[in-house]
């Protein structure tokens, strides 16, 4: 696996979560890193990346309530989530660009109101 996610679960609104993506060392540091996620009746959407030299950017409904990072130490992007709402369920899919898209296989995330 090259991809690895994990850290979602279920949590209360307003809560919080930490998504983990461990990547290979092949895989990590590709021109663009993110998150993205697809939610129930909806297309696959940007939650947040990481491009080139740490320039992040998000979805306009993250609202700063969302904070991407990565170790390079680790080969691992994180994406830190708080005041976690009911419309935040998803899955929630890393992924790395380089040549080709390599995503991972997903983590749940739900968000009971």
């Known amino acids: 696996v090259q991809l690895q996610a994990s850290g979602g679960g279920l949590v209360q609104a307003g809560g919080s979560l930490r998504l983990s993506c461990v990547m290979s060392?092949?895989?990590?540091?590709?021109?663009?890193m993110g998150w993205y996620r697809q939610s129930p009746g909806k297309q696959r959407e940007m939650v947040a990346i990481?491009?080139?030299?740490?320039?992040?950017n998000y979805g306009d409904f993250v609202k700063g309530r969302f904070t991407i990072s990565r170790d390079i130490a680790k080969n691992t992007v994180y994406l830190q989530m708080n005041s976690l709402q009911p419309d935040d369920t998803g899955v929630y899919y890393c992924?790395?660009?380089?040549?080709?898209?390599?995503w991972g296989q997903g983590t749940q995330v739900t968000v009971s109101s």
């Open positions: 990481i491009i080139g030299g740490g320039v992040t």
């Open positions: 060392k092949t895989i990590f540091g590709g021109n663009l």
């Open positions: 992924l790395s660009r380089r040549a080709v898209d390599y």
